[in-house]
């Protein structure tokens, strides 16, 4: 294959990649544009429609040999239930994670998305023990076997060359998903600016107590909305399984921060810009994917989008608070009551070895590690009033740094200095992480983290290999070796000691002072003398420091660390031990790292060995509804349920309402 040809299947390759890109984008662009807040369920939508697609044209059996009014009924069908679907998805969600916050917090739809993210996500789990290819008895920790469905389909398009390219066939299904996003571009592009609905949702879009005034109703506009960007989704989902034949493979949060990307370098309320900028995204990953590697792309998609939003923030003023509903409420106090309950929490700790055995005194010493990192989060959170959904990489790189230093020096090295390299290396990740998201606040700062965690992630894998680092030295104190499991568990008891004591002395410090003004107000706290890219990068320094230290604490005691340690699922399940305890409280933080720690460790084994044993062995509804199978549902709605309880008890205001009949209009 010659140079020009190489170079034309690429481009047909990157147009076509590209173009699926932008009917994302554009769904995400008309979503954001109305409330500002990143949908981070979106991704798993689209992808559980792909399945929606692929399963259905599995049920109709279509495929060449259909004949041609089939073909076109059956892929018609289709489209429409895979539309009709995420269309419905997509305004439940404005309704389950928007409206309830709306006018009350600025986090909390981002973090109950999160929620409803896992729960799509075991969605896809569930889906897939209902295919036929599924084997009775598979479990996700097998290796090879697939966690999501990965049924294939047969080519519904003519697979002739419409037109060669220096040798490269352009096929019908190259033309048809360029034809659609162009469609679709200039389609909402002139809903948006010609019709009623389309100038009711960018006057809501624009000024959302102006478009009220003028009798307009904010809350059927956003919803409208949010049905029009998933039917989108829908549309483009039906593209994607129709042209690579299979479901989309990727899942969580992170899955469509490429569209994002898309929709903010074309301009967010601009489809005919998120058309642009999807197909420069496809272009240049399928050259990237070519001459580089894949994981050098996502470094670099990941890379585009944290400068995108770094540019776009420098011209955002930076007024109002970072305080949150979820954060609102934070005391530099303990009342007796608080005090007396620490003392008794800690008598019980100090007896707890003697009427555990190994594997009790084991999950105790785990759930004492998440209380360190639930510690960490909790200065940044709760004192600093900042949101990192990339935590879980500083624990993860803590760990990798001590299970190297294990390596190097042959398991001889003071668990102090492993300590300390572990907490330094996090802690330079937290220094920049502070430097990049200075001037970000809200979801931007979020969703920089979220990027950046992922691009630490991939690298980490990259360099230390998927298998994760094993044989790790126990720890070492004065050349004696914590060799048994009480002697971590005292390790681990001493060091949420400490780090107790030392964050309930810095939230009546000095520093924790200026982090709790910050929060309320930066404006006013720098007029007053406070250093904003001092108290913030140390926010961050020391937050991801403390998780560094949970992640090096880990390694040594259960000798191994590897990628699952770096994941999104252990950031987000920190963050809910926080918000379950109340951000910004010491004894709470505690609390909810206990309680979320002791369900995850003990209850779901427990309660799913007890009820497998009334469960039908071998079958679909076995499987696929086993309690450990369901963990993503549970920690799902745990997470959206604390969200939604913690915010709704904010004294914020609750949002504008009007009159239906006076909206009817509209």
């Known amino acids: 294959m010659d140079t020009p040809e190489i170079l034309a299947r690429l481009l047909t390759i990157g147009l076509t990649g590209g173009a699926l890109i932008a009917l994302n984008a554009i769904a995400i662009s008309v979503i954001y544009s109305t409330v500002r807040t990143l949908n981070l369920a979106h991704g798993d939508l689209f992808a559980l429609a792909t399945v ?3 399963s259905l044209i599995k049920v109709l059996a279509l495929g060449p040999e259909s004949g041609p009014l089939e073909l076109a009924g059956g892929l018609a069908l289709t489209l429409v239930v895979s539309v009709a679907l995420a269309a419905g998805a997509s305004g439940l969600i404005e309704r389950a994670a928007f409206r309830p916050f709306r006018g009350r917090s600025r986090l909390a739809p981002l973090v109950a998305t999160l929620g409803i993210s896992f729960m799509l996500y075991q969605g896809g789990i569930v889906w897939r023990y209902l295919l036929p290819n599924w084997i009775p008895g598979e479990h996700r920790s097998v290796p090879g076997i697939p966690e999501f469905p990965r049924d294939s389909i047969p080519e519904v398009y003519s697979t002739a060359p419409l037109l060669t390219l220096f040798g490269a066939p352009i096929l019908v299904k190259d033309a048809l998903v360029l034809t659609a996003a162009v469609g679709v571009a200039a389609g909402v592009t002139w809903l948006l600016g010609r019709t009623r609905l389309g100038r009711a949702i960018r006057a809501c879009a624009e000024n959302a107590e102006a478009a009220l005034i003028l009798g307009i109703d904010p809350t059927r506009q956003i919803n409208r909305a949010f049905v029009l960007g998933g039917a989108l989704a829908g549309l483009a989902a039906f593209l994607h399984a129709t042209y690579y034949t299979a479901p989309y493979s990727a899942y969580g949060a992170a899955s469509g921060l490429i569209a994002f990307s898309a929709a903010l370098l074309g301009g967010i309320g601009n489809p005919l810009g998120a058309l642009a900028a999807g197909l420069i995204i496809g272009v240049a990953r399928a050259f990237s994917d070519y001459y580089l590697s894949t994981a050098v792309t996502s470094v670099l998609v990941q890379a585009l989008l944290i400068g995108l939003i770094v540019l776009r923030a420098a011209n955002v003023p930076a007024d109002g608070s970072d305080r949150d509903a979820l954060t609102a409420s934070v005391s530099t106090q303990l009342s007796p009551r608080v005090r007396r309950g620490l003392w008794l929490a800690l008598g019980l700790a100090l007896v707890a070895p003697w009427g555990l055995g190994y594997a009790g005194t084991v999950g105790l010493t785990s759930i004492l590690i998440f209380m360190v990192m639930a510690l960490g989060l909790n200065v940044l959170l709760g004192m600093a ?5 990339g935590y879980a990489v500083c624990f993860g790189l803590g760990g990798y740094i001590a299970a190297t230093l294990s390596d190097v020096s042959g398991g001889r090295m003071e668990f102090a200095v492993v300590a300390l390299a572990a907490a330094l290396g996090a802690g330079l990740f937290g220094a920049l992480n502070g430097w990049l998201t200075l001037r970000l606040r809200g979801d931007y700062l979020a969703i920089v983290t979220l990027a950046l965690g992922q691009i ?11 298998d994760g680092l094993a044989a790790v030295a126990a720890p070492r104190l004065a050349t004696l070796s914590l060799s048994t499991p009480t002697a971590r568990y005292w390790l681990a008891l001493a060091l949420v000691a400490a780090l107790v004591i030392a964050s309930l002395r810095l939230l009546r410090s000095r520093v924790g002072r200026a982090w709790l003004a910050l929060a309320e107000d930066p404006l006013a706290a ?13 926010a961050f320094v020391l937050s991801t420091a403390i998780a560094g230290l949970a992640g090096a604490l880990y390694a040594s005691t259960f000798t191994t660390i590897d990628p699952e340690s770096l994941d999104f699922r252990v950031s987000t399940m920190v963050l809910a031990m926080v918000v379950l305890g109340g951000a910004g409280s010491v004894p709470g933080a505690l609390v909810g790292a206990g309680l979320i720690a002791l369900y995850d460790r003990a209850v779901i084994p ?10 039908p062995g071998g079958g679909a509804f076995g499987s696929a509804f086993d309690v450990r199978g369901m963990s993503y549902l549970m920690f799902g709605l745990l997470l959206y349920v604390t969200v939604w309880i913690r915010a709704r008890r904010s004294a914020g205001p609750n949002p504008p309402q009007i009159n239906r009949e006076d909206a009817k209009k509209c």
């Open 606 to 615: 427990w309660l799913g060995e007890t009820l497998s044993r009334f469960q």
């Open 52 to 54: 929606v697609t692929t």
């Open 456 to 466: 630490a992630r991939g690298l980490i894998v990259l360099l230390a290999g998927p």
């Open 526 to 538: 720098e007029a007053s003398g406070i250093d904003l890219t001092r108290f913030k990068t140390l």
């Open 385 to 389: 009033g900042l949101l990192d959904l």
